[in-house]
């Protein structure tokens, strides 16, 4: 199909169906749910999802970025702290995120606050990365113009003759963001754009949830 006829383009979803009486009362329980679900279904890379902020002045920003890490209520994931998605978040502490599984038409919104994970939290999974990894986040000054990719490659050459025989320290710009969802939304694709959506909300100190319109 050609891009002129993009309008054509739709899919009739006919997956599970989601019923305020089906879900946990804890959205992050049901969060845990539907994950493992995506997991058994061999969703490609389930926890990827994408990020939204807004710098100081207003303008809004969304990139894919991977959960790696839920910790009481809090969904984590990293990246450098000089990058344009942390100025963002330093700026405001609150950003929104979007898990989408096609292949069992779901999708989970999570939003608001947002702040630094703990060094400790950090350097723990730091030092669980993959050496090539660690020395990425040495190597990429993340979100600044790059020459040429002959520059970031040759940083990669030296970082690793330098920590050849030794651990790869964590940078001291680079860590983990703890989001504390206020708002998170289950949706279901159903037939005919019928769909399922099921919201909680945080609000005086417990968890609560009701049906929205498709």
């Known amino acids: 199909m050609s891009i002129e ?6 899919r009739d979803y006919r997956g599970a169906t989601l019923d305020a009486d ?17 997991q058994a279904a061999d969703v490609d890379e389930p926890n990827a999802m994408s990020l939204a902020t807004v710098s100081a002045d207003g303008f809004p920003a969304v990139r894919i970025v991977l959960l790696k890490g839920i910790e009481s209520s809090d969904f984590i994931f990293y990246t450098n702290y000089r990058s344009k998605k ?14 989408w599984w096609p292949g069992l038409a ?15 939290t ?24 790059l020459e040429n990719r002959h520059v970031l490659e040759s940083r990669v050459e030296e970082l690793e003759k330098r920590y050849a025989d ?9 860590g983990g963001y703890r989001m504390e969802p206020q708002s998170i ?30």
């Open 166 to 174: 030794r651990p790869i320290p964590v940078p001291d710009f680079w």
């Open 5 to 10: 006829k993009i309008a054509d383009l739709r």
């Open 185 to 214: 939304e289950f949706w279901q694709g159903r037939p005919s754009r019928l769909h399922d959506r099921i919201a909680y909300r945080f609000e005086n100190g417990q968890w609560q949830r009701c049906r929205l319109s498709p």
């Open 122 to 145: 950090t350097d723990e999974y730091f030092g669980s990365r993959p050496r090539g990894s660690q020395i990425g986040a040495w190597a990429s000054k993340q979100s600044s113009p």
């Open 86 to 99: 942390a100025n963002d978040l330093d700026a405001t502490g609150r950003a929104a995120l979007c898990c």
């Open 106 to 120: 779901r999708q989970i919104r999570a939003a608001w606050p947002l702040s630094r994970a703990s060094r400790k």
């Open 22 to 38: 089906d879900v946990d009362a804890d959205p992050i329980v049901q969060f845990k749910r539907w994950f493992s679900e995506a």
